[in-house]
């Protein structure tokens, strides 16, 4: 007797979670790899970045930024939270 399966699909929504830290902020030299470590503001890294052009000279610099999202499912008539 073989066995049944039962297939569900829903629909889901993707949103930015706002339940925990707001986005973390950091930046990265591109000539030597060195980081500014994670912040809560985007004005430490900035400010980092210049005193690290200052010190060595390096002008290059990624931005980072992470964001966090929470995936519910839809409901009709609204999102489910």
Known sequence: MGGRSVW???DW???VDTSGSGPI???ECTT???SSGAADSKDEPE???LR???RFGHTGFRA???SFFRATRAESG???R
């Open 8 to 10: 569900r699909f829903a």
């Open 13 to 15: 929504v993707l949103q």
């Open 25 to 27: 902020f950091e930046a």
């Open 32 to 34: 030597c790899g060195e």
């Open 47 to 49: 400010v980092w970045s």
């Open 52 to 54: 690290h052009a200052g």
């Open 64 to 66: 980072m930024t992470t």
């Open 78 to 80: 609204g999102v489910r």
